[in-house]
């Protein structure tokens, strides 16, 4: 799996480190995302910080486990319970985990960031999401959800196979076949490359008010009245498995 990775703070002058946090690890084939729930900020309280220390901490907690070439599973529920446990910061934030071993993708999902694979050009997996209400997802957090919530979920990957996780900055601002469209616009790019792109359209139709976006289409659904995108944090990581 190789991966790369665009990240765009929805504030980037007064806050540019955003909320939202990351991690590649090449050598145990795994990636994350997190996002600070930003309503803490209500409180003072900068979540960005609590998604950075879970994404640091997860990384860390992957260390007691051999590289791929041993291909010993990782047990996802044990590690983020490992790196929540450690996680002492005010506030709370979603998280979406991938590992690969052998032709496996392990995933590990709490709250709406997610994942979508790609095969021969077309979609063939979205995860799903978990919300307790409108834009209210689940979120880990010391007075918040615990990592026993997460839904975990194994899918058969094959080589050229395309896997976009992204926080729901991403989700919100594009429809999968947006996304999609892109990936096969960029074939043979670096994975990084196809990360900024993405990161980059999701970021035009999250300050565009008359975008067609899935997240004015899920408040129509909600019964609010809202129309173009959703200004957020946009963590994008793109990986090839070869």
């Known amino acids: 799996m ?6 765009i703070p929805k504030d980037i002058m007064y806050n540019p480190k955003g909320e939202d946090a990351h991690f590649i690890c090449k050598e145990k084939q795994a990636i994350g995302v997190a996002d600070g729930v930003g309503r803490w900020i209500e409180k003072g309280v900068d979540s960005g ?3 950075r220390k879970l994404m640091s901490n997860f990384a860390a907690a992957l260390g007691n486990y051999p590289t791929m070439e041993n291909n010993q ?4 529920k044990k590690v983020l319970q490992k790196a929540y446990s450690k ?3 005010e506030g709370s934030s979603t998280t979406c985990i991938l590992t690969l071993r052998e032709n496996s993708l392990h995933a590990a999902n709490v709250g709406d960031s997610g994942f979508l694979l790609i095969r021969d050009g077309v ?3 979205k995860s799903p999401i978990q919300i307790k209400g409108f834009n209210f997802p689940y979120q880990l957090g010391k007075s918040a959800d615990k990592p026993s919530v997460a839904q975990i979920s194994t899918l058969q990957v094959q080589k050229g196979d395309v896997v976009i996780l992204g926080t729901d900055g991403l989700f919100d601002n594009l429809f999968t076949s947006d996304i999609q469209n892109l990936v096969n616009l960029l074939s043979g790019a670096q994975p990084g490359q196809v990360a900024r792109a993405v990161a980059e359209h999701a970021y035009y139709n999250s ?3 008359l975008a067609a976006t899935p997240f004015a289409k899920a408040s129509f659904a909600d019964g609010r009245v809202h129309y173009g995108g959703k200004k957020d944090d946009i963590t994008v990581i793109v990986s090839y498995i070869v």
Do not use: H, R, W
């Open 2 to 7: 190789v991966s790369g990775a665009f990240y």
């Open 49 to 51: 910080l609590y998604a």
């Open 73 to 76: 599973n990782i047990d996802l």
């Open 87 to 89: 996680t002492d910061n």
């Open 123 to 125: 979609e063939f997996y």
């Open 207 to 209: 300050i565009d008010k």
